[in-house]
């Protein structure tokens, strides 16, 4: 048996279920060498959204890349707005592997309330382009905590994520792993304040998590090097959102897709519209970037797509980085709280 057969990759997408995780995966399936087993771990909050993306991508192996290797899945269920199922994750993960290679931080969840359909049509006949760029029509709420009592979205996306990652860094220096946070266009300074670093008082909540994460980037991927961890950060640009299905009806969704068309056409080089195009980033941060041939992890890469349809990546930098040493303490800092509290969680749970 050559070395490349007996190859094997591990891959954790979280939130594989969305738009854009399944097409992290697709995309998996189609660049890391065929001759290597590869191992997708699937994660999901629910049994059966685990089994169905699943079902989907082995259907994608089936029909399209016919992989020449094994090719099998794993999954684990998390909530990372529940820190016992977070810890529950880092210990089946710890079970199941003694190397982590891919790691891609994609699920992500918003508190949204509805879109403000007066401010939504005013904008669109203002500036479609920016409309459809920066939207700041969807309305979402304030203040709403989890049942850990941190900030929902805080916790969701920025902690939840970065005490797993922590817990696992074993794993991934093992595994000489990238992990690759994914953020958004709309990470602006102005979404986060440094008086409100679980945003509990953003009414952009969203947007505050994306920025977060850039500064969180900023303050750990250099460490994160010295232990063979290679972290990137990138954005899809912008394409259909699964989630966003329930706030549209058939006429508004369509209409969307047209000003996403629109945008393109107009120049936007975001408006990837298809999720296959927004993983483009992702794929070329975790298998194609090589930090010391150029691609430097202080930028952030993101999915661009020409007039034509054509992809291609946009490298950006990362606004105004100052602050990211603030964030930082203040997740670690959190970190040993939550290390200590669930030293007890672990006890009570193997007492069964
Ligand atoms: N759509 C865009 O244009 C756009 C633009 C910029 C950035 N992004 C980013 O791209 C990523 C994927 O976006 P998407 O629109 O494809 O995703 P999405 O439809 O919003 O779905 C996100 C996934 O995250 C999982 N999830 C949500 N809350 C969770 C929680 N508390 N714990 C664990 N998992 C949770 C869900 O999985 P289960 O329901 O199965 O648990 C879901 O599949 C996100 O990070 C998003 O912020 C998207």
Redesign the pocket.
Known sequence: MSSASSARKVAVI????????INIAYRLLEEVPSDERLTIVV????LP??NEVIAKIAEYNANVTKRESILDFDYLL????NMVSVLNAYYELTKRYTEINYFYV????GVYAGINWLQATKDVLINPLEAVTNPTYKIQRVGVKSKDGMGLVFQ??VF?PYYLLHKIKPLLSNGKARVIW?????SDPKYLSFNDLQFLKSDSV?ESS?RSIDLLHVATYENLRNQNITQYLV??????????FEYLNVFSYYGMLFLFYFARLLGSPWHNIA?YK?ANSVIFASLKANPEEGDTQKLKYGSATRMNGDEYIKATSISDPSGAADVLKYLNELTAEWDEKLKDQILETRKF
């Not at 994609?106 to 969840?109: F, I, L, R, T």
């Not at 994914?182 to 709309?186: G, L, Q, R, T």
């Open positions: 979280t939130g594989t279920n969305s738009n854009l995780g994660t999901s909050r629910s959204r685990a998390i909530d990372f707005s994609n699920a992500a969840q969701a996306n939840g994914i953020s958004s266009i709309m969203y994306k954005h899809p640009g912008i394409f259909t959102s699964f989630s966003f999720g927004g």
